[in-house]
T-cell receptor, first 113, second 116 residues
Framework: DAMVIQNPRYQVTQFGKPVTLSCSQT?????MYWYQQKSSQAPKLLFH???????NEADTPDNFQSRRPNTSFCFLDIRSPGLGDAAMYLC????????????FGPGTRLTVL | AQKVTQAQTEISVVEKEDVTLDCVYE???????LFWYKQPPSGELVFLIR??????QNEISGRYSWNFQKSTSSFNFTITASQVVDSAVYFC?????????????FGSGTRLQVQP
């Protein structure tokens, strides 16, 4: 089955220690998104790639970076995690931006000690 | 600016009861898309339905049905004969179709608890 895969499902890191979260997709979609979801809140878009074009949300902290080496993979790098970065990180894909349905992966729950 | 309101923070029902989750949206665009997603305790957001602004037909899928009314800017979701497996957080979301628009605007979610 075509799907969106995220690894790891659970990640524990220490305050200030860089961490990378991974997302891969078999849907061959052009667009990949990263969302942050804190407890009891709606997902918040951090950025997205349309093919190789990177689109950052205006309020995404510089601490968050992303890489998309090819169509299938996209990475979220948190350079210096703070306690406030503990959250669920959701990857999603869609064929195009805007109206198309976004399909989400299972998420990575990040704990910062 | 677009906005989605889910006024019901949490709903608790007993199994086999029908339950309706409300969603009210705001947008200045004439072309837009509405979505419902389910988020079970495992965390994954599961796509349920996508409806465009020109299609006001109600939709039924098994025990799920959706009522879209442009006149009241609402897109409500009804679960008939609820089951324990329906327990989850449900998000309503809006996307505008203008070129360059890329974000889903989510409501704050409604947590549904179905008691056995």
């Amino acid at each position: 089955d075509a799907m969106v895969i995220q690894n790891p499902r659970y990640q524990v890191t220490q305050f200030g220690k860089p961490v990378t979260l991974s997302c891969s997709q078999t849907l061959n979609h052009n667009v990949m998104y990263w969302y942050q979801q804190k407890s009891s809140q709606a997902p918040k878009l951090l950025f997205h790639y349309y093919d190789k074009d990177f689109n950052n949300e205006a309020d995404t902290p510089d601490n968050f970076q992303s890489r998309r080496p090819n169509t299938s993979f996209c990475f979220l790098d948190i350079r210096s995690p703070g306690l406030g970065d503990a959250a669920m990180y959701l990857c999603a894909t869609s064929t195009t931006v805007g109206a198309d349905t976004q399909y989400f992966g299972p998420g990575t729950r990040l704990t910062v000690l | 600016a677009q906005k989605v309101t889910q006024a019901q923070t949490e709903i608790s029902v007993v199994e086999k009861e029908d339950v309706t989750l409300d969603c009210v949206y705001e947008t200045r665009d004439t072309t837009y898309y509405l979505f419902w997603y389910k988020q079970p305790p495992s965390g994954e957001l599961v796509f349920l339905i996508r409806r465009n602004s020109f299609d006001e037909q109600n939709e039924i899928s098994g025990r799920y049905s959706w009522n879209f009314q442009k006149s009241t800017s609402s897109f409500n979701f009804t679960i008939t004969a609820s089951q324990v497996v329906d327990s989850a957080v449900y998000f309503c979301a809006l996307s505008e179709a203008r070129a360059g628009r890329r974000a889903l605007t989510f409501g704050s979610g409604t947590r549904l608890q179905v008691q056995p």
